[in-house]
T-cell receptor, first 112, second 112 residues
Framework: DADVTQTPRNRITKTGKRIMLECSQT?????MYWYRQDPGLGLRLIYY???????NKGEISDGYSVSRQAQAKFSLSLESAIPNQTALYFC???????????FGPGTRLTVL | TQLLEQSPQFLSIQEGENLTVYCNSS?????LQWYRQEPGEGPVLLVT?????EVKKLKRLTFQFGDARKDSSLHITAAQPGDTGLYLC????????????FGGGTRVLVKP
C-alpha cells in the first residue's frame, strides 16, 4: 500500500467551481506539504504544515486554502478555480528534523 | 527567476552515453537533494549531499556538491533507458527540516 495517497488522481472542472484535493499518509510524519508542478518550473510550494496546529503559506498561496484535519490528513482547496490553476498537484510529507520529502502520486487538475 | 537553475532543461542521448545535469544558485544551501520523477508518479529521493565538495556515488550515478554549497551536479555513466525521467534538484537553507526550494528540472530521455 502507498504511504502517501492523493485523491482524486485526475479532475476536470469548470472556472468558478470549488475543488478539494485530499492527501493522506501512513508514515506517521508530522510535516506535510502541498506543491504544484508546471512544465519547466519544477515544484512550487503552496502551503505547508509542521503539525496539526501549524499552517504556513508557501510561495504561491493566493487562490488556495488548506486544512490539516489530523496528523495524517492535509487537504488543499481551490475556492473558485481558474484556468491558470491547471497543473499537477503533489502532496509530500517529511519527518521532523529531516529534509527528505516523500511524495504522493499527484493529482492532475484541469480547469476549463 | 528561480533560486535554483537547472541545465539543460532537456537531454536526449543514446544508451551507453554519459550525461551531466547541473544545478546552480547564487545562494548557499545547508543541503541539496536530487529527486527523480517518472510519468504519473511523484518525485523519489535519490541522494542528499550536505558537505561542500562532497561526492556521492549510487551505482552509475555520481553526485557532487560544490565547495561553496551553491551548486551541484549529477553525472550518469553509461546511461540506460531505465534512467529516463525528470531529475529535480532541491535545496534546503538553515536547519534540517526546513522547506525545500526546487529547481525547474531536467528531462532526460535515454534511447535504446
Amino acid at each position: 500500500d502507498a504511504d502517501v495517497t492523493q485523491t482524486p488522481r485526475n479532475r476536470i472542472t469548470k472556472t468558478g467551481k470549488r475543488i478539494m484535493l485530499e492527501c493522506s499518509q501512513t508514515k506517521g510524519h508530522d510535516r506535510m506539504y502541498w506543491y504544484r508542478q508546471d512544465p519547466g518550473l519544477g515544484l512550487r510550494l503552496i502551503y505547508y504544515s509542521f503539525d496539526v496546529k501549524d499552517i504556513n503559506k508557501g510561495e504561491i498561496s493566493d487562490g488556495y486554502s488548506v486544512s490539516r484535519q489530523a496528523q495524517a490528513k492535509f487537504s488543499l482547496s481551490l475556492e473558485s478555480a481558474i484556468p491558470n490553476q491547471t497543473a499537477l498537484y503533489f502532496c509530500a510529507t517529511s519527518p521532523q528534523g529531516y529534509n527528505e520529502q516523500f511524495f504522493g502520486p499527484g493529482t492532475r487538475l484541469t480547469v476549463l | 527567476t528561480q533560486l535554483l537553475e537547472q541545465s539543460p532543461q532537456f537531454l536526449s542521448i543514446q544508451e551507453g552515453e554519459n550525461l551531466t545535469v547541473y544545478c546552480n544558485s547564487s545562494s548557499v544551501f545547508s543541503s541539496l537533494q536530487w529527486y527523480r520523477q517518472e510519468p504519473g508518479e511523484g518525485p523519489v529521493l535519490l541522494v542528499t549531499v550536505v558537505t561542500g565538495g562532497e561526492v556521492k556515488k549510487l551505482k552509475r550515478l555520481t553526485f557532487q556538491f560544490g565547495d561553496a554549497r551553491k551548486d551541484s551536479s549529477l553525472h550518469i555513466t553509461a546511461a540506460q533507458p531505465g534512467d529516463t525521467g525528470l531529475y529535480l534538484c532541491a535545496g534546503a537553507r538553515g536547519a534540517a527540516g526546513n522547506k525545500l526550494t526546487f529547481g525547474g528540472g531536467t528531462r532526460v530521455l535515454v534511447k535504446p
